[in-house]
């Protein structure tokens, strides 16, 4: 019986681990975006380099990138932290990145009315992953992570919104290797928990 129960548990971890994109808690990356200093007028409609050449930022619907330390229409943001955040009022943002990632995330907040959006992950053309993003109505920020099993080198960002836009991105990070899910190491914990009592 504990036998089954450590395959079990063992199998569980496993599949956990094994889920194409899985939402992580906020971590850490040498890769980091705050937007503060990108070489790029204020309302700029070609592609801006980002994470210190690693990365380019598009629009989707061919329209402006902005970045201010604050912005309102519906709702009100300020820089979530640094000075400067990240926007569009038409279309959402792409990430590209000229080396395969696996982790991305970062704080989002919608000036919309209308709250979340989606996150598309994509290797080349193939799309590896598509994710809701969390973005209440009101203008708060809220972190949006995710980890991959699989490598994408283009992100795709956009709200709820009728044309994509209204949301702001801030602390903006990357990483080439996977975070665990959240609970994935405590399930494996349990279950050298199980095997330890086992033998004793």
């Known amino acids: 019986m504990h036998k089954t129960l450590i395959i079990s548990i063992i199998a569980a971890a496993g599949f956990s681990a094994q889920a ?18 990108l070489d790029m007028g204020t309302f700029e409609r070609n592609p801006v380099e980002i994470f210190g050449g690693m990365g380019t930022l598009l629009n989707t619907n061919n329209s402006f990138l ?12 300020r820089a979530y932290e640094g000075s400067r955040l990240l ?30 959006g989606s996150v598309k992950f994509y290797n ?24 991959s099993e699989s490598d994408f080198d283009r992100v795709v960002v956009e709200s709820n919104s009728t044309n994509k836009g209204f949301l702001m991105h801030d602390a903006i990070r990357v990483l080439s290797t996977q975070v665990p899910a959240p609970g994935s190491l405590a399930i494996i914990a349990i279950g050298g928990l199980v095997a330890t ?4």
């Open 66 to 77: 902005h970045t201010t330390g604050g912005w309102s229409y519906k709702n009100q943001s």
């Open 87 to 116: 926007g569009t009022s038409s279309g959402g943002v792409e990430y590209q990145f000229n080396i395969a990632q696996r982790s991305f995330g970062g704080f989002f907040s919608t000036i919309d009315e209308i709250a979340d």
């Open 124 to 147: 080349g053309n193939d799309l590896v992953g598509n994710e809701i993003l969390n973005a209440t109505a009101g203008g708060e920020w809220a972190w949006n992570g995710w980890s």
């Open 20 to 37: 194409d994109i899985v939402q992580v808690e906020e971590f850490d990356s040498l890769q980091f975006e705050g937007f503060n200093s």
């Open 197 to 200: 009592r086992r033998r004793r």
